[in-house]
Structures are given as structure tokens and as C-alpha cells.
């Protein structure tokens, strides 16, 4: 389902949106990041991907490959950690705290006391619990049905405390806010609720440095960028709202066409964008793509989605498989990628555009087009991924390895 977005403007970005989240905020988030052990030193790669460019009769595919941001195997690793530290900031603000010393474990003696909590997919709450036993306090997750016992395992390893539910992601939001408010602890979410959005701000702000790397990684023509359309993964909104607002306000109305998509049954946005406000989605919200299976828009991230997305398009769940395999597989020309099931959701949803001529048109997609799509984790529960892929990710990663030894390192 594909659906154009009649708020979608194509100005200046708004002044009243650069007082929420702007460039700076997001490069001072990246500095503050940098030295943290968990994060790679340099920038993740942006690969080229020229067989599946001519396959699809596109000038150009590019994938911004976050699964190697962190052990932590997703782009979840800026968000989580970059609330912390301005929640942290916000909380001493008379002490002498530098922001990097916070993840240092310079302050856990401060710290011991203070409790972070938040619900998860998976991803975001493995981040936070690595930010949190870095920082020296103390960590709550809540996880609905459908996390696996092997994600649950990986945010354990962290030294969080582990709350089951037995309902849905949604409900697992509402838990942690309600034990947050009976323990006096902190939510830590990048989903947004009345009276609850300087930290979801944060997080998405933290997001910002994917938009910094891409731009200086392939750099335009002066005032517009190299890419002419970005995929983005939906969810709560969280991401698309991180990037967007960066492209946004450094290249205003020469901004690239931005398009999300969501799993079919948990079309949050698309329903958002349907009725020009944040809402629900109207399906069972249960997905293959974790990651993306939220239930309600985030009202937050909904300020910067209605007047920046220009397309809103759902997919089902055997093609997000299918993108896995073909990032997997790689050719000759194209390098294999380890994408997990929310990571391969961008490409799935171009992989679906360009199965349409006329969705192509629609989009303005053809031999010109530089596209960008985002791989957003790795294989983050291995099991999964071989069971859906029919590889191992260690397999994948070691072709990958002799790809770039053929190809001298190029990619």
C-alpha cells in the first residue's frame, strides 16, 4: 500500500521544528558519543550496490550499512546512549559533568542509585542497558510476547533487569511507564506521550549522526544532495524523524524524496498520514520486523513525519525476507550485507515500488535516480536470521570478507 502525502512540503525547514531537533544538536550528540567504547571508532560504511541499481533501472543504490555501528549489532546504539547522557546532564545541571565522561563511568559513584527503565523490541533496550552499566546506574527492560528469548538474552548480558508481559509492544510501553512512576525510576523511550518528550527528542536527536556521516560520505553539488530518494524504516517514527530533520534543514527545498515504510499489520504511520494526525495502527501489530512492529505513531516524531515524508507505503513480511536473501547473496558487483529483518525493511520497500512501473512514475524513480537505503541492524537474533535467510550471518560475513579482498577493498 502506497499512499502520498498531501502535507508534505518543500520549504525551508521550520523554525519552530529547528528548536525541537536541529544540526547542531545532533553534531554535539555525535562528539559526546565518539569515545564510548561500545561505538566503532570510524563512520559505517555507504556500499554502492550496481547489479541491483541495473536491476531495478536506477541510476544508483546505496546502503548505509548500521549493523557494524556496534557490537550491539543496530543504529540503536546513538539513540539510547545520547538520552542518557542529557538526561544525566539535566539532572546535575550545577555539577562540573562533561557529557563524555558520562558513559566513561566517570559518575557511577553519582549514579549507583538512579534506575533507567524502558520497553523494547529488542534493539533499543539492549543499548540502554549498555549505556546504563557504562554510566553505573541501574537498568529495568520490559519486553512484550513476541521478543525472542535470544533478544532477551543479549539485553540481559548487559546486567539489565528483565519484565515480561504477556501483551504486545504497546503495552509493554504503558508498563514501564507505570512501574517507572510507582518506583520513581526513568523512562528512557524514543516513543513520545503527553507531558514525556525532551528524551524521545534526545534520542532521535542521537540519530542525526547517520544524516552527518551519509553527508559527508557522499557529498552533492553545493545546496542538494547526492541522493534524490531515501528509504527510511518506520515504527514509532523515531528514526525517519532523526533523518529527515537533519536533510531537511541542511538542504531545504532541495531536500531528497523521503518514503517510509512499516510492516503491513502494524501500519501506524501510514494510518497517521491517512488521517493527517498520529494514530494507530489498525492491524495485529505482530511482524517478523520486530523493530518495526509498533502499534502507535510517536505524536513527537509525527511533527517532523506530516510535513517532510512524501510517500508512506506498507509491506508484508516475505518481502522483507526477500531483501534479506538479495543483501545476503550479493553478486559480482554488489557486496554481501548481513541485514536483519527491520534492517532489510528500506529495500524491501523499494525492492515493492519497483515492482510497479506506474508506482515507479508515481515516485519519480528511473535512470537517473540516486537512491539511499538504510540497513538499519545486523543478524541481532542469529537464529532467526539463518532460519529466514537459510545462511548463517558469520557465513555472509565471511564472503564478505573475500568480496573485498577480490575487489581490493572497494566497495
Known amino acids: 500500500m502506497l499512499l502520498s502525502n498531501p502535507h508534505a512540503l518543500r520549504t525551508h525547514y521550520p523554525a519552530d521544528l529547528a528548536a525541537i531537533m536541529n544540526i547542531q ?43 557494524v555501528r556496534s557490537s550491539l549489532g543496530s543504529f540503536k546504539a546513538l539513540g539510547a546512549p545520547v538520552a542518557l547522557i542529557r538526561q ?74 528483565i519484565v515480561r508481559i504477556e501483551g504486545n509492544y504497546d503495552e509493554s510501553v504503558e508498563v514501564a511507564a507505570q512501574m517507572a512512576q510507582d518506583h520513581g525510576w526513568q523512562v528512557i523511550s524514543d516513543t513520545s506521550y503527553e507531558g ?93 520486523m520486530a523493530g518495526l512492529a509498533c502499534g502507535e505513531t510517536s505524536p513527537l516524531a509525527w511533527r517532523f513525519l506530516q510535513p517532510a515524508v512524501d510517500y508512506f507505503l506498507t509491506i508484508d513480511d516475505e518481502l522483507a525476507i526477500e531483501a534479506m536473501r538479495k543483501l545476503a547473496t550479493g553478486s559480482e558487483d554488489d557486496i554481501p550485507i548481513v541485514a536483519g529483518e527491520s534492517g532489510a525493511a528500506g529495500l524491501a520497500g523499494l525492492l515493492s515500488i519497483c515492482d510497479s512501473s506506474i508506482c515507479m512514475k508515481q515516485l519519480g524513480l528511473d535512470t537517473s535516480s540516486r537512491v539511499l537505503v538504510i540497513n538499519t541492524e545486523g543478524a541481532t537474533a542469529p537464529s532467526v536470521y539463518r532460519e529466514l535467510t537459510g545462511v548463517a550471518a558469520e557465513m555472509v560475513l565471511s564472503q564478505q570478507k573475500n568480496w573485498k579482498d577480490a575487489h581490493h577493498g572497494n566497495s
Not at 534526545?202 to 547526492?226: F, H, K, N, P, W
Not at 512499516?262 to 495485529?284: F, I, V
Open 25 to 67: 544538536h545532533a553534531q554535539a550528540s555525535r562528539r559526546w558519543l565518539a569515545p564510548w567504547k561500545e561505538l566503532a571508532s570510524a563512520a559505517t560504511p555507504l556500499y554502492v550496490l550496481p547489479d541491483l541499481a541495473g536491476q531495478l533501472q536506477l541510476a544508483c543504490v546505496h546502503v548505509k550499512d548500521e549493523s
Open 88 to 161: 544525566v546532564l539535566r539532572l546535575y545541571p550545577e555539577s562540573a559533568i562533561t557529557p563524555e565522561d558520562v558513559l566513561a563511568g566517570r559518575h557511577a559513584q553519582l549514579l549507583q542509585n538512579y534506575t533507567v527503565i524502558s520497553a523494547t523490541d529488542g534493539n533499543h533496550g539492549r543499548s540502554l542497558a549498555a549505556a546504563a552499566r557504562c554510566a553505573g546506574c541501574r537498568c529495568v527492560i520490559v519486553l512484550h510476547a513476541q521478543v525472542s528469548a535470544e533478544r532477551e538474552a543479549a539485553i540481559a548480558a548487559f546486567g539489565a533487569k
Open 196 to 288: 514525556y518528550e525532551d528524551i524521545p527528542r534526545d534520542v532521535m536527536q542521537g540519530y542525526g549522526t547517520i544524516a552527518a556521516e551519509l553527508v559527508e560520505q557522499a557529498a552533492g553539488d553545493e545546496g542538494r544532495s547526492t541522493f534524490t530518494h531515501i528509504f527510511l524504516q518506520g515504527g514509532v517514527g523515531g528514526l525517519a524523524a532523526g533523518i529527515v530533520s537533519y536533510f531537511w534543514e541542511l538542504y531545504g527545498a532541495n531536500r531528497p524524496r523521503f518514503i517510509v515504510v512499516e510492516p503491513a499489520q502494524a501500519d501506524c504511520l501510514y494510518q497517521s498520514a491517512l488521517y493527517g494526525r498520529a494514530g494507530r495502527a489498525t492491524g495485529t501489530v505482530e511482524s517478523i
